[in-house]
């Protein structure tokens, strides 16, 4: 019913930026809460960064300062800016968009596949 595709993981050295979308489609009728996870080798999966509808955000600790998360609505996309990255930010980053669909009408929680972020000189 719906499909999330995440795009702008790679290997970057230490200091440098990145970019992550997920991009949403299917059967949506809205999209409350989009957030980005992530996952390190060997370690839980940790809450990066989540917005509502409306904006409000949410940061971990670990990123506050450096990490931007936004979204465009009309495109059901959300983006991480990633900058001043550390080699403690590898890891796997999942988006995950709280979507209500249309037919069926119900809420669900969907998540993207992850591309891999390599932080490393």
């Known amino acids: 019913q719906v499909q999330l595709v995440e795009s702008g993981g790679g290997l970057v050295q230490p200091g440098g930026s990145l970019r992550l979308s997920c991009a949403a489609s299917g059967r949506i009728f809205s999209i409350n809460v989009m957030g980005w996870y992530r996952q390190a080798p060997g370690k839980q999966r940790e809450l990066v960064a989540t917005i509502t509808r409306g904006g409000s955000t949410n940061y971990a600790d670990s990123v506050k300062g450096r990490f931007t998360i936004s979204r465009d609505n009309a495109k059901n996309t959300v983006y991480l800016q990633m900058n001043s990255l550390k080699p403690e930010d590898t890891a796997v980053y999942y988006c995950?968009?709280?979507?209500?669909?249309?037919?069926?009408?119900?809420?669900?929680?969907?998540w993207g596949q992850g591309p891999p972020v390599t932080v490393s000189s």
């Open positions: 995950k968009q709280g979507v209500i669909t249309t037919s069926p009408f119900r809420g669900n929680e969907y």
